[in-house]
Nanobody, 124 residues
């Protein structure tokens, strides 16, 4: 059974940094694309970043490009989201997800398994 467990959320001031982690288990890590999404109160879940774990190709939403970095550690079956220069509009619950698609997957419908989410709050 596939399990995804996020960690690393918390409270940070605007301009600060956080690193989220997503530990995966239950399948071969390198055969998947891992994604990060976020959902703010009253809004739809939106794509943040993705990485193809077989080749390391990365994709970002325009709103986080240049500030967030997605990376992987295949040995630890873990994907990270380094968030720098954070803004109040980055406040949301952040979810990791995975899909067998080895391509640029930016839609929630393209993902098969989801973590439970971790809260990120950016104060002004």
């Amino acid at each position: 059974q596939v399990q995804l467990v996020e960690s690393g959320g918390g409270l940070v001031q605007a301009g600060g940094s956080l690193r989220l982690s997503c530990a995966a288990s239950g399948r071969i890590f390198s055969l998947y694309t891992m994604g990060w999404f976020r959902q703010a109160p009253g809004k739809e879940r939106e794509f943040v970043a993705a990485i193809t774990c077989s080749g390391g190709n990365t994709y970002y939403a325009d709103s986080v490009k240049g500030r967030f970095t997605i990376s992987e550690d295949n040995a630890k079956n873990t994907v990270y989201l380094q968030m720098n220069s954070m803004k109040t509009e980055d406040t949301a619950v952040y979810y990791c997800a995975d899909t067998r698609l080895l391509t640029r997957a930016t839609k929630t419908s393209q993902y098969d398994y989801w973590g439970q989410g971790t809260q990120v709050t950016v104060s002004s």
